[in-house]
């Protein structure tokens, strides 16, 4: 299939993380004008350096969204929508606070990007890419906040596709596994500063599984984040780009797990995760 000529802007939220910086670059290499999207002001000269022009910008503060939109200008080919923030922990244990932040950031945040830049992006008829994940559709346990804000996004996305189908913004979602980012030491981080909810009897009752989850994490191989760089390449550049990319190994054999029946797909993923019946004992076990 053809392509398209590269189109000249691109806005990559989230520049600074591991799918976003990789993203920035490759499509800098490849002749775009990258808007690279930060929130720290000491991240401005690396990225001003690596040749991208920075914004400012809080995904929960729609006044610097509006700001940023301004800087980009009345015309923008490509949205990125990669920033955003990993909770985890068993949904039971989560804090509502937690919750918020997730929903917050990964949701409203998304949303608000796309609110404040959609004008630009109908005047060049651009496109956008939203980053999920696969845990959406295929939701691993102690991994409720993120998986659910992703089937939030991915709902989203459906609905705007269709919102914009006349509008000529194409919009596509790529959905990674698991890859090696520094996504995973943010969230240990926050859920340590958040702490957890519930009182120490019912913490206890989730102990022994989160450890053998910390465990079967420990020794895991993160793929690398180049197959989710590729698909996000091709949505902005395909002549008819693909409404969902499923990327990585685990992310495509995870995506298969769906159309297993319930209780086969649920055993395989606590299996996977190795959580035995023997981690929900009742035995006092403290949270770490
Ligand atoms: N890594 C994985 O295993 C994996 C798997 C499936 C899907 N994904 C998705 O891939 C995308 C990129 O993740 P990643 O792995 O690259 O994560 P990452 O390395 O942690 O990067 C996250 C980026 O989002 C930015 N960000 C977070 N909260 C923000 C906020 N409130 N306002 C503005 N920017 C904010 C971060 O900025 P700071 O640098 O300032 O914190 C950082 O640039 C995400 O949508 C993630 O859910 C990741």
Do not use: C
Not at 137 to 147: D, E, L, T
Not at 181 to 209: C, H, N
Request: proline residues 7%.
């Amino acid at each position: 299939m053809a392509e398209l000529t590269p189109p000249r802007t691109v806005l990559v939220t989230g520049a600074t993380g591991g799918v976003g910086s990789a993203v920035a670059r490759r499509l800098h290499a490849d002749g775009w004008i990258v808007y690279a999207a930060h929130r720290k002001p000491t991240d401005e000269a690396a990225l001003r350096d690596a040749g991208y022009t920075p914004v400012r910008m809080e995904l929960t503060d729609e006044e610097s969204l509006a700001t940023a939109a301004e800087t980009v200008g009345p015309r923008l080919d490509g949205l990125v929508n990669s920033a955003a923030v990993m909770g985890q922990g068993p949904v039971e244990l989560t804090p509502a606070e937690a919750w918020r932040r997730q929903f917050e950031i990964n949701v409203i945040g998304q949303t608000a990007v796309i609110r404040a830049f959609l004008p630009a992006l109908r005047s060049a008829s651009g496109r956008i890419v939203n980053v999920g994940a696969v845990s959406a559709r295929v939701p691993p346990p102690f991994f409720g906040p993120i998986a659910a804000s992703k089937a939030a996004l991915s709902a989203l996305t459906q609905a705007l596709r269709m919102e914009l189908r006349h509008q000529g913004v194409k919009v596509s979602l790529v959905e990674p596994g698991a890859m090696d980012t520094p996504i995973f030491a943010t969230a240990d981080k926050a859920s340590a500063e958040t702490g957890w909810a519930g009182s120490s009897e019912t913490q206890q009752l989730y102990a022994r599984a989160l450890d053998a989850v910390r465990t079967t994490a420990a020794r895991q191989t993160l793929g690398p984040v180049d197959p989710a760089v590729t698909a996000i390449v091709r949505a902005l550049t395909a002549r008819r780009p693909a409404t969902l990319y499923t990327t990585g190994r685990d992310g495509r054999a995870l995506a298969l797990l769906r159309f297993l029946p319930d209780g086969v797909r649920e055993r395989l993923l606590l299996r996977g995760m190795g959580v035995t019946a023997e981690a929900f004992a009742k035995t006092p076990v403290p949270v770490g």
